[in-house]
């Protein structure tokens, strides 16, 4: 490298352990990744897979971060597995998130191949023009690996209708907590619509770098060449459709751009992480138009889409894990796929440490800190609080005898997240919501299901909710407290 370019690196990782903590940063790229810039391109050379895999999926927002920060703009990014990184034999970082580590040597080695490339890439191939303005050149998800159950099954089937006839549904929106699938139905429907063999042109691209790029057109490099590019593709896709709240000049843009594609019968995907009427901020016009299409909620995945998904990963990774094993993490880990993801990566690098196979003690072992942190108890108290600060009501209101609607819906929905949520038995749960019969609480839970089953509105904190959006919001208060 010259000595810009040794500058360069030096400023990037200044930049990038400012976004990840120093501490996390000295981890992952201090002593066990090297840097090097040519002015193209940006290699980080990583010893092993594991250390691929880690920081691609929990890294790859601030290395993109840190290179605007420095660069002004998105350089080519290539991950490379390099045995020359390591100080002394590989070593696999199992990394809690919380400072919290833990080092073991492995001897995981793996050809070079570049996974990760942060550029706008164009390419034209069979006639059709296609164009990614994120990672590009690595593995994209397809639909055909994705594992279908009852909580995503309508977002597949929706997806599999986009690419048999683009426009047919438009706007499809995808939306649900983090980890559930979104981008990879997003990345399934730009690789299958790639290898169709008809003439369509494409974008996909997170919605901070829509914004990057307009604000980029409106510095300078001109508007009417970003309008041309994306109100003229046949298929427009955006990911974390909520990075657009609060930004009014990149929001009137976005709207102009997708009232352009509606008119002319081309296709819009998005994913968020909440439904239409909880991006607000977005503005009326906005969410009007997200509503209008189809929107599909994905939920977290039951235990027999976990199952599946955890054997495909271990089919991936080539793990050979016993179905005890599969069963025992599918059944501790519950709450999402990049969850699922780290534990196998945990019982890989705890195998090949000890040089043993994957046992069901090793399993319970290894993975015992993970398990309580994905088990934390719920208590009928931290509904109670989450059900209140969620609707704006008072402490205690829900043990109040107070049968007006104002209280009373609240107070079914708590109970009906009370046999969600906890093993209190009926009595319990009554008793604490007001000293209330058993009966009363399985009323309350029927009456919700019924709400439920018939899509039902309901007026809660001076507004009108639907009851599937209410049960959520107040699960992010429980997830977050």
């Not at 290539?78 to 100080?87: I, L, P």
């Not at 990149?250 to 751009?257: A, G, I, R």
């Amino acid at each position: 490298m010259t000595k810009d370019d040794k500058e360069i690196v030096s400023a990037l990782s200044k930049a990038l352990a400012d976004k990840v903590g120093q501490n996390r940063f000295d981890l992952w790229f201090g002593s066990s990744a090297r840097f090097d810039y040519d002015g193209r391109a940006l290699c980080i050379g990583v010893p092993n897979q594991c250390f691929r895999d880690w920081i691609g999926a929990n890294f790859r927002r601030q290395i993109e971060e840190a290179c605007m920060e420095v660069l002004g703009h998105f350089p080519t990014i290539e991950f490379q597995v390099d045995a020359n990184t390591a100080d002394h034999k590989d070593q696999a970082m199992i990394d809690s998130g919380n400072g919290n580590f833990k080092i073991t040597t492995t001897s995981t080695m793996e050809p070079a191949h570049p996974t990760l490339r942060i550029a706008e890439l164009a390419e034209t191939q069979s006639g059709k023009s296609s164009e990614w303005a994120g990672p590009a050149q690595r593995r994209f998800s397809t639909l055909d690996s994705f594992v279908a159950g009852y909580t995503n099954r309508l977002a597949l089937t929706s997806a599999e209708m986009v690419v048999r006839q683009i426009g047919q549904i438009s706007p499809l929106l995808f939306y649900g907590p983090s980890s559930v699938g979104k981008t990879h139905l997003l990345e399934g429907i730009w690789s299958a619509t790639r290898k169709s063999a008809r003439n369509v042109s494409a974008v996909y691209l997170s919605a901070e770098q829509f914004t990057s790029h307009f604000l980029e057109a409106l510095r300078g490099s001109g508007l009417p060449n970003f309008r041309r590019k994306y109100r003229g593709m046949n298929l427009l896709i955006i990911d974390d459709l909520q990075f657009f709240m609060g930004k009014r000049a990149t929001q009137v843009e976005l709207l102009h751009t997708i009232d352009t594609l509606l008119r002319e019968r081309r296709q819009l995907v998005f994913a968020a992480d909440r439904s239409p009427a909880e991006l607000a901020e977005l503005g009326p016009e906005l969410t009007t138009r997200l509503a209008s299409g189809m929107v599909c909620r994905i939920e977290p995945p039951d235990y027999a889409t976990r199952l599946g998904i955890v054997a495909q990963m271990a089919r991936r990774m080539k793990l050979q894990i016993p179905t005890e094993v599969q069963e025992y993490v599918a059944s501790r880990l519950t709450n999402h796929a990049r969850e699922l993801s780290g534990a196998l990566c945990r019982l890989q690098a705890t195998s090949e440490a000890l040089d043993k196979p994957i046992t069901l003690a090793m399993a319970e072992e290894a993975l015992q800190d993970m398990i309580r942190t994905s088990s934390r108890m719920v208590r009928l108290g931290d509904i109670e609080k989450a059900v209140c600060e969620t609707f704006g009501l008072e402490p205690e209101s829900l043990q109040a005898d107070d049968k007006s609607k104002r209280v009373s819906h609240p107070r079914m929905l708590a109970m009906w997240l009370a046999r969600k949520h906890t093993r209190a038995a009926l009595s319990e749960i009554g008793h604490f919501f007001g000293r209330r019969s058993h009966s009363t609480v399985v009323s309350a839970q029927k009456r919700v299901e019924r709400w439920m089953a018939c899509g039902r509105s309901i007026d809660l904190a001076q507004r009108a909710w639907a009851v599937d959006d209410a049960i959520r919001q107040v699960e992010r208060h429980l997830a977050a407290g």
